[in-house]
Structure formats: C-alpha cells, structure tokens
T-cell receptor, first 112, second 113 residues
Framework: EAGVAQSPRYKIIEKRQSVAFWCNPI?????LYWYQQILGQGPKLLIQ????????DSQLPKDRFSAERLKGVDSTLKIQPAKLEDSAVYLC??????????FGSGTRLTVV | GENVEQHPSTLSVQEGDSAVIKCTYS??????FPWYKQELGKRPQLIID?????GEKKDQRIAVTLNKTAKHFSLHITETQPEDSAVYFC????????????FGTGTRLKVLA
C-alpha cells in the first residue's frame, strides 16, 4: 500500500513568517495525527482527527497553529507567525484501527 | 494525562550482545504499547507492539515484555547487528479510548562492530 505522503520535505523560513505543511494519509485511514518532534525528543501530539472532526487538539498552540482536514482525507497544518522554537520535524501519521499507526517522512522546519 | 519515561537515553553495545531499553507509564488504563525505530533522517517505523492482555511478545531477535502491575515495559534485542543502530521510542496509548500515543524521549542505540 502507498504510505503517508507529506510535503514539503524541508522548509526554512524567517521568524514571524507563515508556513503550511500538507499530509495525505493512507487510503481508507480514518484517523490522522500531526506530531511535532523537536531534535533529540520523542514525538509530541499536536492534533488528532477522526475523519474530518477534531478528536484532540489540547496540545496545539492555537494562537499560532491551525490544522484542518477537508473531506476527511488530506490535512494541512499551518503556523502563523512562526517562532524560533517551532524548529522541528512535523510528522503526520494515519491509522485504520486503534493499533499501530504509520508515519510519513515528515517535514523538517527550520526557523531562522 | 499519560506520561512515559524511557531509559537509558543512550546505549552502546558490542555486536552480538543484547540490548535492553526500559519504559514506565503512568496511566493504568493504557492498553497498547508500540515500539518504534527511527533511523537518522527517516520516519519512525513500528517494529513490535504489545497489548495489555499479554505479558510477552517475540519476533525473531526482538521481544517486548510488559508488567502491568509495575506499569513498565521493556524492549529486548538479542544478537545485535550494526543495522540495529538507531533511535528507539516506546509509546503508550493514552487510556482515554482515543487511540493516541504518548511517546518516550527515545534511546539512541549504537552497535559497535
């Protein structure tokens, strides 16, 4: 099966600029997650979607981060305005059932 | 909420030796514990998982054990090979039924040839 697709692969922006990441989950996977992985740390959940509804966004910094999942398939994560501490890899994952989800290759964001 | 602690943060072993990584979790309602391997610059990949109704699971050279009473679980890699070198993350389901995972901070395993 095709994996979880993410783009872009890398992004460098200046602080206070905006940036958007895109994710296309595995076909048929109802649940989609965005994780933030800061260098040297484990992935931290930002938001979880079930179809096109939000299940959990308690860790999403809503003053600057937003995410949507239109039609329950693709998803975009946006940061506006970016801060230096947002430098991280943003991983998208999807799952069909409760056990074991598949990660995409991630977008490495550098804020300078 | 769930909290997962992972030790050690780095681990070096000689090729052919065994490696053990340990994790503890806080939410007694957690019922699923996956382990992910992440090579440099690549995505985390699921290597083994265990559900709370079993105490041990094995897949070739890797095994995972779970002690629900003590709320800890461990990854065991036997006969380590250089290609086992990577960062390993444990995770625990959060226990609320939403199927999201809380990850540990990772263990960097180096297998010395």
């Amino acid at each position: 099966e095709a994996g979880v697709a993410q783009s872009p692969r890398y992004k460098i922006i200046e602080k206070r600029q905006s940036v958007a990441f895109w994710c296309n989950p595995i076909s048929g996977h109802a649940t989609l997650y965005w994780y933030q992985q800061i260098l040297g740390q484990g992935p931290k959940l930002l938001i979880q979607f079930q179809n096109n509804g939000v299940v959990d966004d308690s860790q999403l910094p809503k003053d600057r981060f937003s995410a949507e999942r239109l039609k329950g398939v693709d998803s975009t994560l946006k940061i506006q305005p970016a801060k230096l501490e947002d430098s991280a890899v943003y991983l998208c994952a999807s799952s069909l059932e409760r056990y074991g989800y598949t990660f995409g290759s991630g977008t490495r964001l550098t804020v300078v | 909420g769930e909290n997962v602690e992972q030790h050690p943060s780095t681990l070096s072993v000689q090729e052919g030796d065994s490696a053990v990584i340990k994790c503890t979790y806080s939410d007694s309602a957690s019922n699923y514990f996956p382990w992910y391997k992440q090579e440099l610059g690549k995505r985390p990949q699921l290597i083994i998982d265990i559900r709370s109704n079993v105490g041990e699971k094995k897949d070739q050279r890797i095994a995972v054990t779970l002690n629900k009473t003590a709320k800890h679980f461990s990854l065991h890699i036997t006969e380590t090979q250089p290609e086992d070198s990577a960062v390993y993350f444990c995770a625990a389901s959060d226990g609320t039924g939403t199927y999201k995972y809380i990850f540990g901070t990772g263990t960097r395993l180096k297998v010395l040839a």
